[in-house]
């Protein structure tokens, strides 16, 4: 494919269009500030923390009539808050509804109306003719400017959060704060991620799911509104196996900085960051994706190159040192009641 393209609308709106000919379809992803109902078909929290987008995924032929559609819904939209905290029994879902509690106040700012901030066509599309159809519908609109997020630092510790009545399955997370997309060190806690835990992998997923089979799953997220950035990992964990697994956790994180990371597990997580940005997007939508989160974090469309030299300037004692803040987040345990003993 050729390289994606950056153009402004007559109003000042930003639009990016990628051209891939591989199918006649095409997605377009409207982006706005703030969060909107998801039952009028918003996507909350979406390409990052803070943003709602409308998704449309479409025969190319009709990108003039989603486009008009596009217009109509983004107009009729209303703010919500997209994380309340409803209570859950699920211990999975309690365990999102905490992270959300604690990120809520600093990726939700108000939006000051509905106009988007971004709009990204990627698919079977020429990029003359598309901007034509983008001014038609969307010249006029001057793009909204969200507040910028309140810093809100989440607590050092653990926290309980009691389920009232029986589960199969806990669940245990952990959450820290951690660097902005364009921030010193973004790409150093990035390492330290993968190298702590990338999906069953990593040193705290090898330990405790293949040599000591104390977790069914483990998910690692590095979550950001742009500005600000969070870490967090969730497992799922049988209720008698709680304290072994925090205790493991505990344990790997410390391992961090005791036993830093090595030139071998850094050089590691960087090919795999360079490799999941080569090859993550594998259809028009998730293309599209990739293209608004990297405009909304980093202000601009990265390539291959750019980000492989920026993570050439990544040392090892750039890893080794951001380990001590990496491993001073809250862990949280979600299950019923306590434990004998306790």
């Known amino acids: 494919m050729p390289p994606p393209s950056v153009h402004k609308l007559r109003g000042g709106l930003p639009v990016v269009i990628l051209n891939s000919d591989l199918s006649p379809t095409a997605s377009v992803k409207v982006v706005v500030s703030g969060n909107r109902l998801d039952s009028d078909g918003w996507s909350a929290n979406d390409p990052l ?82 901007l034509s159809l983008l001014e038609a519908h969307f010249g006029d609109v001057e793009p909204s400017v ?17 389920l009232d009545k029986p589960v199969a399955q806990a669940a245990l997370g952990y959450i820290v704060r951690a660097p902005g997309m364009e921030a010193h060190g973004f790409d150093a806690w990035r390492i330290l991620l993968y190298v702590l835990s990338h999906g069953y992998e990593g040193r705290l997923g090898i330990e405790a799911i293949a040599n000591r089979g104390l977790a069914y799953y483990i998910a690692s997220q590095y979550r950001s509104d742009g500005p600000n950035g969070w870490i967090t990992l969730s497992t799922g964990v049988d209720p008698g196996k709680v304290d072994a697994l925090r205790d493991l956790l505990h344990s790997e994180l410390e391992r961090l900085v005791l036993e830093p990371p090595s030139a071998a597990e850094v050089a590691e997580g960087k090919a795999y960051i360079i490799g999941r940005f080569r090859s993550a997007g594998q259809s028009n939508a998730e293309l599209a994706e990739g293209l608004a989160s990297e405009w909304l974090g980093h202000g601009r469309i990265m390539d291959a190159d750019a980000l492989q030299s920026r993570l050439n300037d990544v040392s090892v004692a750039d890893v080794r040192e951001a380990a001590a803040e990496f491993v001073s987040g809250l862990t949280i345990v979600v299950r019923y009641g306590a434990e004998e003993g306790e």
């Open 146 to 162: 969200a507040a910028p997020p309140e810093f809100i630092p989440v607590p050092a510790g653990e926290r309980l959060v009691e």
């Open 49 to 130: 923390l803070g943003y709602s987008s409308f998704n449309y995924r479409l025969r190319s032929a009709d990108l003039g009539a989603v486009l008009e559609r596009a217009a109509g819904q983004v107009a009729a939209s209303v703010s919500t808050d997209a994380n309340p905290t409803s209570g859950s029994a699920d211990p999975q879902s309690r365990l999102e509804e905490t992270f959300a509690s604690l990120i809520a106040p600093a990726s939700t700012p108000e939006a000051p109306g509905a106009s988007p901030v971004l709009i990204v066509v990627s698919g079977d599309v020429e990029t003359s003719a598309t």
